[in-house]
Every structure is written in structure tokens, then in C-alpha cells.
């Protein structure tokens, strides 16, 4: 008997595994029951439609060619000991070179003559969608450069809990919002030929109980139909929209089905609702079977074996590996019929099919570093060719630096400074100076960057690269001042704890500017490195190095005192925001290499490329963490911890909203060193173009309306739009008398694909029916595979919002307006949904329109019985402003 077999053993006396050969799911333990997740075969083949089409033509005249142990070389890694994180084999026979997956969503990982650029936080944090494609670039022509085939990332896992150690690398806690960024780095990643990875697939929402490497206790994210689709799945639906090329699947279940065997949302959401056309991987030693995940939709087994430790480590030859779930095992399965030979076939299509439509067959880069080492050489082999990726993307990392850091307090205008105005500084805490040991190293010997000391420009774990060179704050300041005025006295304190230094220094200077940071990243790294470390999730909201009494020692004595927070995420401030002295906050997040640069442009008008802060909160500052709606499960006794996502729709500030609890700092909020002032709201159907036929009598009822934000002057007319003038009459039903508004669009079918936007009264009773988890919906076996994304109606156009946006203070800068909407009270909806957002550049005195256009798949809810995207009937209200609870306009409309 092997090993694997034993193994396989151990692992079926410990849990019942679903079955998906005779259709028996996952059970739930006692009082979870509800919390299951229903087996969908078998697995949809690629579609090869729309821009896919010629690429995946391509790919099966490729796969027909092919012996089965060439396309098992496809389908399994070689371990862990190639020259990246990810090798696929190779088939020598057609020069095919097998694929390089390389992380990180913010940098090329284990390389060097890369740029270490601002985390995926710090990315969301400008609102600003081209910043966001531009670093996609960036970050894809260094991978590029590198030989790297497919990037890992971007990571698109939402907020749900403010203490969750990879927060930093994903978008915030707005699906909106997030799937805006997803989209735009997706673009900005694949239009230079590097194929981008979206994960991880779905409700890895804490490192504690995540699994890997056969890791039980593993969590069970446990999230009822309408917030998977309305929350959790929509940023993924964006990219798969974008026509991003792969997937990862995680390491948790998902009520109670491990992610990367989930039939339900692999095959039945992934593939066939959303049509994703590429191929979908495991996480890093994420899987817990073979078969299972074969016929569930998996298509690449990452990195190869069966987990880190367990086993053989460096079996390059996939078709020969017996350490792995597939390797020489898939062979198996398809010669005892486990496992059809045409799920292998369309596994090899949908990962040959994504280096076709990106481009790789033609002059792509070979690799050129090695993961393993820095060195030139290894065991004799020429591994490292030492290739200088970085160009000028310094710039760009520079820039979003800047447009990244948020203005949180900014008292007696105390912000921006001058340097030709203060005599003395000080600069306080470790978090602005450099790393002891160097700005890739740790003193304790941890890799990864798992450590917290110097200033923090990025977490740590997998999603981290080597910096080329860390500006530290300390360093940035000194050289900015010193470059207009070298008579000025700096004065540095870095020891966090030396509160004696840091009263005498801070009692004599003009202004203070204290830094301070908080620090998370992976779950395989502790930090610190002690029992009561933070495992990857953080132990506390709370600022590290006593951050708290740093402030308030330096505060007590200087009376211009500014703050810096480098932080992964949302901080408790309490203690010190309200302290007299405390004059203005900055929020800068984790903005890599320039770090220091970048705070200067923000902190000093007088710097060469001086920054107005225009950058908002991408989640919700709570004054305490009760406030939250959910928290780290950290401790279980149960080999399946449930984590049951009670809150439903409702997290991060949709949770406050709703249940009327006051934030510190609102989702949305940041200021500027200008003001600004809103008017004219206008709101208008844009949908699609009018057919010969009219639509009956239906009406759009269009209701702008001002709140007392605005300036002066602002013209608010009430409009009323014909349905018939801008509806197509072939894609509506027979009109029905209770509907002031309807579409139907392939109305007779009944796929869980299908779109419905109907306005009928049922639509909306069903809506809260039975919605507690994805076994409410019906198996989608037998359903036709969708268009890219969903529907392709849901990204059609249906109205546009303009308004206008006025600069009323001094000075140049852009201010993020940004559009929420309130549904009909019969959807069952949180009282606000961000919806839009843009950012706008405004120089003193000077107005510009707005315009955000809200798609149909933006005014529609998830109906759980009906298994389709509908809109509620009923009147809808616009509230446009500057955050979530700062709304300047209003504006209503009825569908």
C-alpha cells in the first residue's frame, strides 16, 4: 500500500467527504445543518465563445495531440524546487515550456531587480480606477520581464473582519469597490500578456483554521446564497467579466465543502453561471483528495504534492509523482474510469487556451530568476540572470503612495507644512526609520518579511516581494528639508519606548510627526515569534510598540503634533484622536519602496512633487471593536470550526448603517487640504437603444433632490422619462398593469444563468425566502454554461447620474465623489450600497461635471429561488457625496 493510500486513509477516519460519484454531500455537524453545500456534475467543458473563441480552437487542436501523461504535465506541478514558486511539467516533444506562476499582488516574489510597490489597500485607498490599472501594468511588465506566465494576484477577498492578517493585500470591504479594482488590475495586468490569477475562491476571510497541507481544523465559511452572490462572489464576477485567465481556489470550506472540491461553486456558480472560460488552480497544497476536485472543476493542482512536510518534496516528473492527489494518481483515475478522460482533456484546454489568448506562444520571455536563490549560480546551474525589471515604475509607486495616504484630521489647517516655517522637528518611533537588519531581513531570522521593525511599507507572508531599496520617512524628511533650509534642526527619536528622550526632544520642537504602525500577513508566520504573536491575523486593533502611549507622550508636550499610521488596516484611535495637541492624522497604509518620498509630498507643500490627500477610507474606522459585525473565530475544539456569516449582506459600514452605530471614521471618508461643493444633480435612462415598437405606458419617475451640503445656485429639476422611449420592445414581457417598469431578458429560461428583471411583487417577497445557504438553490447540473461575468445584460448601461463638482477652497487638488444607492424597502437591503465613484481633479474656483453610469446588474438584488439577478419594484434614492454618511446630493428614480 503507498503512502498516498494510507494518507488517503487517515484522512477519510477523520471526516466524512462528499461523494461527488453518487451525490451525497459534506455533512454538518449538529446544529449547522442548513449549512451545506449540494454537488453540481459534471463539470461544464470551455464554452470558447466571444474573445475566448479562437484561443480555445487553438487549445483543443493543441490537446488532441497530446499522450495522457503530456497532459497530466499540464495539470500538476513539480513541487516546490523549480525555479518558481509554481512550475507546471513541460512536453519537450512540442517545445511546449510549461508555465511560471510567480506571486505577489504587489511585486515579482523571490527576485531581484524588482520594485516593491503599494499593497492592494493602499491601491483602493485612491479610488482612482487608472492609479489602479497603471499598477496592474507595472507589476505585470516586471513579471513579464522575469519569464513569469501567470501572476498570483490580484487577491480580491473581502474585509469581513477588520482584524483579518491578508486584508492588506485585497481591495477593502466594499464588493463594489473591490471588484472596480479587481477589474482594473486584471486589465491592466493582461494587456501586457501576463496571465492574472483572482483569489482566493471564496471566504478565506482569517488565517486562523485556514488549512493547507491537510491542516484540520479547517473553518467552514459558512454564508447563506444572497451574500455570497451580493457580497463575496461579486468582485470574482467582475473579474471573470474583465476576462481574467485563472482562479485560485482556497484553502477553507465553504458550508462545509472544501473550496477546491466545491462542485456547487466551481462548476455550478464559477463555470456555469459565470462562463469563466479559463482554467481555476489550487491553492498551495489546498486540495484533500484526488478524484473529488477532478470532477468538481478543479483544472491545475498547485504546487504539486500532497502538503509542505508530507512526503516527497521534488518529484519534477508529473506523470511519474506519487506524492501528489494527481500526478500519476490522475492517470489512475482515468484508467478505472474515476475520472473521464474528457475532464482531464478540458482541464489541459482551459490552462492551454489562456496562454493562447494572452499571447505566450509567441517571443515570450523565458525565466530568468530563480525563487530558490539570488545567487548566479545553483548546484552548478546558471539559475539567476540577474534581469532589471524595475524601469521607472518608482514613479508610479511613488505617486500612489501619495494618492494612497488619507487626511483623517487636519485642525487649524496644521497640514500642509512648510519648511521656511518651523526651526525645530521631531521625528518619533521606529516606524519611521530603517530596518536593523536591512529592508529585506528580520533580526529574528524570519523570511517573508515576517517581522515588524523599522517603518512598515508591507505585510507579511506570500504576498510580499524584496524591496531594491527602502526610503525610510526619517531619511525622505531630513533630505526634504534640508534641501530648502540645512539650518533646520531634525531631531530623531526611534526607540518607541524611551519616553524620557522622546518628552525632550518633542517639549522644544515647532512640530512633532509621530510614526506608528500595525503590522499582519499569512498565517504560517507569527509575529512576533512568541507564543502570544500575532498568527497572521492580528491579536488586537491596536496600534504595535505601545503606538497608543507613544502619541500621547509626545502629544502631552508639543502642541503641533501630526500622526503617521502605517497600518494594514482599520486602527483604534480613541485613546489619542481627540487630544487637543493632536493636530492632524495621516492614514498611509502600506505604501512600498518610496514610502518616505511619498509621505513627504503629502506631509510638505514646498515638496517637488507636492500631493493634496484626496484618498478615502476603503473600510470603516470603528470607535470600538464591538462595533464590527464579525471578528476572528481564534479558538475551537472542533475539527470543522464553523463560521457562520450571520451578518449576511451587512458588513463593514453596511452593518453600521444598519444598525444605527456611530464609526470613528466612516467607509468613504478622507479630507483634503481644499473644499468642495456639489450641485445639479441630474439623473437620466440611458439603457438600450428604442425599437420601432413602444413599451405601453410604462414611466421612469426621476426625482432629484438637494440636502443642505449644497452650495448656493444649484439647479434641481425633476424630470419624467418614458420607458417607451429608450426600451427595446423585443426584450420586454407582455406588460403587466402592477409594474410601473419592466425588463425580461431570455424570460423563458430557467437557468440559474438566466437574468430576470422584473419588477413583479414576487420578485421581491422571494428575496428573504430560505436564503440561508447555497443548498436553498436547486442543483445546476443540467444548466447551460452563461456569458463572461453573468448575463451580459446585468453590464449594460441603464442610467447615468451627473452632477457638478465645484473646487471651493485654495488649492488644487481631485475630490472622490462617490454614489450610493438605497433600494426599495421590499429588497430587504442595507440602507446604503456603494454604487459608483470617480475621481476628479479641481483647481482652485474651478467646477467640472461628473458622470457615473449605473449598470442593471447595479439597481439588481439576488433572488434565491428564482436563482437570478432581479430589480426590486419601486422607488430607488440616490445619495451622492464625499463619504458614506457625508451626502451632498439626493436624488430618487422608480423601476
Known amino acids: 500500500m503507498t503512502r498516498l493510500t494510507l494518507f488517503s486513509l487517515t484522512l477519510l477516519s477523520a471526516r466524512a467527504l462528499c461523494d461527488l460519484t453518487t451525490g451525497i454531500p459534506d455533512a454538518a455537524p449538529p446544529g449547522f445543518e442548513e449549512w451545506t453545500s449540494p454537488i453540481v456534475v459534471p463539470a461544464p467543458q470551455v464554452k ?11 487549445a483543443r487542436t493543441f490537446v488532441q495531440g497530446l499522450t495522457l501523461e503530456e497532459k497530466i504535465n499540464v495539470t500538476t506541478g513539480i513541487d516546490i524546487f523549480g525555479r518558481c514558486v509554481g512550475n507546471t511539467g513541460t512536453i519537450p516533444r512540442l517545445n511546449w515550456p510549461g508555465l511560471c506562476l510567480e506571486d505577489s499582488p504587489l511585486g515579482v516574489r523571490f527576485a531581484d531587480f524588482v520594485s516593491a510597490g503599494p499593497a492592494g489597500i493602499n ?122 485567465a485563472s482562479v485560485m481556489c482556497s484553502y477553507n470550506l465553504i ?135 524595475q524601469g521607472d515604475h518608482y514613479k508610479l509607486i511613488r505617486q500612489i503612495g501619495a494618492a494612497s495616504t488619507i487626511l483623517l484630521k487636519n485642525a487649524a489647517s496644521t497640514l500642509p507644512l512648510s519648511v521656511k516655517k518651523i526651526n525645530r522637528i521631531g521625528i518619533f518611533g521606529s516606524d519611521a526609520g530603517p530596518h536593523p537588519a536591512g529592508p529585506n531581513a528580520c533580526t529574528t531570522g524570519q523570511g517573508d518579511h515576517g517581522c515588524d521593525e523599522g517603518t512598515l511599507a508591507m505585510g507579511w507572508g506570500s504576498g510580499t516581494a524584496s524591496f531594491p531599496y527602502l526610503v525610510d520617512p526619517l531619511a525622505a524628511i531630513t533630505s526634504h528639508i534640508q534641501s530648502i533650509d540645512p539650518t533646520v534642526v531634525i531631531e530623531g527619536v526611534l526607540d518607541d519606548f524611551n519616553s524620557a528622550a522622546q518628552t525632550s526632544v518633542a517639549s522644544l520642537a515647532d512640530v512633532c510627526i509621530v510614526f506608528v504602525n500595525a503590522d499582519s500577513g499569512e498565517g504560517y508566520i507569527t509575529v512576533p515569534n512568541t507564543p502570544d504573536g500575532n498568527a497572521g491575523d492580528r491579536n488586537n486593533l491596536t496600534l504595535w510598540h505601545s503606538g497608543d502611549e507613544l502619541i500621547t507622550t509626545v502629544a502631552d508636550v508639543c502642541e503641533n503634533t501630526v500622526v503617521v499610521q502605517h497600518v494594514v488596516g482599520p486602527i483604534l484611535v480613541e485613546g489619542w484622536i481627540d487630544h487637543p495637541n493632536v493636530k492632524a492624522v495621516l492614514h498611509a497604509g502600506l505604501p512600498g519602496q518610496e514610502t518616505g518620498n511619498s509621505i513627504v509630498d503629502v506631509l510638505f507643500a514646498d515638496s517637488p512633487q507636492a500631493t493634496n490627500p484626496s484618498a478615502r477610507l476603503p473600510y470603516t474606522i470603528a470607535k470600538q471593536r464591538e462595533d464590527y459585525p464579525a471578528d476572528v473565530l481564534y479558538t475551537s475544539d472542533s475539527s470543522m470550526p464553523q463560521i457562520t456569516y450571520d ?7 453596511r452593518w453600521f448603517d444598519s444598525k444605527g452605530i456611530v464609526p470613528r471614521f466612516e467607509f468613504g471618508f478622507g479630507l483634503s487640504y481644499s473644499t468642495f461643493g456639489y450641485s445639479g444633480l441630474h439623473i437620466s435612462h440611458t439603457g438600450p437603444a428604442r425599437r420601432s415598437a413602444a413599451v405601453g405606458s410604462s414611466v421612469v419617475s426621476i426625482q432629484p433632490t438637494a440636502t443642505s451640503g449644497i452650495p448656493a445656485g444649484g439647479s434641481l429639476p425633476t424630470l419624467s422619462h418614458s420607458a ?10 407582455p406588460h403587466s398593469a402592477s409594474a410601473s417598469f419592466s425588463i425580461s431578458l431570455n424570460a423563458t429560461s430557467t437557468s440559474i444563468a438566466s437574468l430576470s428583471l422584473s419588477a413583479s411583487a414576487s420578485a421581491s417577497a422571494s428575496v428573504s425566502s430560505n436564503g440561508t445557504a447555497t443548498g ?62 470617480a475621481r476628479t481633479m479641481l483647481n482652485a474656483g474651478q467646477s467640472k461635471t461628473v458622470t457615473i453610469s449605473l449598470r442593471e446588474k447595479d439597481v439588481s438584488v439576488w433572488d434565491v429561488v428564482s436563482q437570478k439577478w432581479v430589480i426590486p419594484k419601486g422607488s430607488f434614492k440616490v445619495m451622492v457625496g464625499s463619504s458614506s454618511r457625508n451626502i451632498h446630493l439626493q436624488g430618487s428614480f422608480n423601476l
Not at 490552462?351 to 499571447?359: M, Q, R, S, V
Not at 451578518?647 to 459600514?653: L, S
Request: hydrophobic share 40%.
Open 255 to 389: 458550508n462545509q465543502t472544501q473550496a477546491c472540491q466545491n462542485s456547487k461553486l466551481i462548476n455550478g456558480v464559477l463555470k456555469e453561471e459565470l462562463g469563466f472560460q479559463g482554467f481555476i488552480m489550487s491553492d498551495w497544497a489546498a486540495m484533500i483528495n484526488g478524484v473529488q476536485p477532478a470532477l468538481a472543476g478543479l483544472d491545475m493542482n498547485m504546487p504539486g504534492f500532497v502538503g509542505y512536510g508530507i512526503g516527497t518534496q521534488n518529484e519534477s516528473n508529473p506523470p511519474t509523482a506519487t506524492n501528489s492527489w494527481w500526478g500519476a494518481a490522475l492517470i489512475e483515475m482515468v484508467n478505472n474510469g474515476s475520472v473521464p478522460i474528457s475532464r482531464v482533456d478540458d482541464m489541459v484546454t482551459r490552462t492551454i487556451a489562456a496562454w493562447y489568448k494572452l499571447g505566450q506562444d509567441e517571443d515570450y520571455p523565458p525565466v530568468s530568476f530563480s525563487q530558490l536563490t539570488e545567487e548566479t549560480f545553483l548546484d552548478g546551474v546558471l539559475v539567476n540572470e540577474h534581469v532589471n525589471v
Open 123 to 244: 491601491a483602493a485607498t485612491t479610488w482612482d480606477v487608472d492609479l489602479i490599472k497603471a499598477r496592474g501594468v507595472a507589476m505585470a511588465q516586471e513579471h513579464r520581464g522575469k519569464g513569469v506566465n501567470v501572476a498570483l494576484g490580484p487577491m480580491t477577498n473581502m474585509g469581513r473582519v477588520a482584524a483579518a492578517g491578508r486584508n492588506w493585500e485585497g481591495f477593502g470591504a466594499d464588493p463594489f469597490l473591490s471588484g472596480v479594482a479587481t477589474a482594473a488590475t486584471i486589465e491592466g495586468m493582461q494587456s501586457v500578456g501576463v496571465m492574472a490569477t483572482v483569489k482566493h475562491f471564496i471566504g478565506n476571510e482569517q488565517e486562523h483554521f485556514r488549512g493547507g497541507s491537510e491542516g484540520f481544523p479547517i473553518y467552514s465559511s459558512n454564508i447563506d446564497d444572497k451574500a455570497l452572490h451580493e457580497v463575496y462572489l461579486w468582485p470574482f464576477a467582475e473579474a471573470v467579466k474583465a476576462g481574467v
Open 724 to 733: 417607451s422611449s429608450i426600451l427595446s420592445a423585443s426584450a420586454l414581457p
Open 48 to 58: 470558447g465563445t466571444a474573445d475566448w473563441a479562437s484561443a480555445v480552437q487553438r
Open 647 to 653: 451578518e449576511g449582506v451587512d458588513i463593514d459600514y
Open 776 to 837: 436553498s438553490a436547486p442543483p445546476a447540473a443540467s444548466s447551460p454554461i452563461g456569458d463572461s461575468g453573468g448575463p451580459a445584460a446585468l453590464y449594460n448601461t441603464l442610467l447615468t447620474v451627473t452632477f457638478q463638482v465645484r473646487n471651493t477652497g485654495g488649492a488644487a487638488g481631485h475630490e472622490v465623489s462617490q454614489l450610493y444607492l438605497g433600494f426599495p424597502q421590499s429588497a430587504s437591503q442595507p440602507p446604503k450600497v456603494l454604487r459608483g465613484f
